[in-house]
């Protein structure tokens, strides 16, 4: 089983940027599909963002799109979420999950936590109005 350590949550003005990172060891990072997934107080937790594993394939949630960006540098085991124009609605706690996907696409169940057999421990993201 491999672990996953995220860190870069924080307390932002709406508007503002923050850089999620992901650290990945003890599985074979450059096979892993990566994504990002979030869970609002109160709510279930949301797909994000997902990369495949070379990172030529990427996808977003609609509620994202256009605001968020995930890369990966397979050399560092790493992921990042680039978060930008971040609303109070994108307060949650966020978290980097991995499946082995070793393919040019992103799998097509992307979006279902149960899709992933690996995840981080969460980090706090709070966007203040």
């Known amino acids: 089983q491999g672990q996953l350590v995220e860190s870069g949550g924080g307390l932002v003005q709406a508007g503002g940027s923050l850089k999620l990172s992901c650290a990945a060891s003890?599985?074979?990072?450059?096979?892993?599909?990566m994504a990002w997934f979030r869970q609002a107080p109160g709510k279930e937790r949301e797909f994000a963002a997902a990369i495949n594993w070379n990172g030529e394939s990427t996808t977003y949630a609609d509620a994202v799109k256009g605001r968020f960006t995930i890369s990966r540098v397979n050399a560092k085991n790493t992921v990042s979420l680039e978060m930008n124009s971040l609303e109070p609605e994108d307060t949650a706690v966020y978290y980097c999950?991995?499946?082995?996907?070793?393919?040019?696409?992103?799998?097509?169940?992307?979006?279902?936590?149960?899709?992933?057999?690996?995840w981080g421990q969460g980090t706090q993201v709070t966007v203040s109005s």
């Open positions: 003890g599985l074979t990072f450059n096979r892993y599909q």
């Open positions: 999950a991995g499946r082995y996907y070793f393919s040019k696409y992103i799998s097509t169940q992307h979006r279902n936590g149960n899709d992933y057999s690996d």
